[in-house]
């Protein structure tokens, strides 16, 4: 998870979560995920 970084178009903002709520970062990341697919 270390590696995981959100890109555009969503805020870069959101990788700021992954070191304050990781929890929270893993489910935007797979929001992101599905959004590139």
């Known amino acids: 998870m270390k590696d995981w970084v959100i890109g555009e178009p969503l805020n870069t903002k959101l990788n700021r979560l992954k070191k304050y709520n990781p929890e929270a970062f893993f489910y935007w990341y797979k ?5 590139i697919i």
């Not at 929001?31 to 959004?35: D, F, R, T, V």
Request: charged share 40%; aromatic share 20%.
């Open 31 to 35: 929001i992101y995920e599905l959004e």
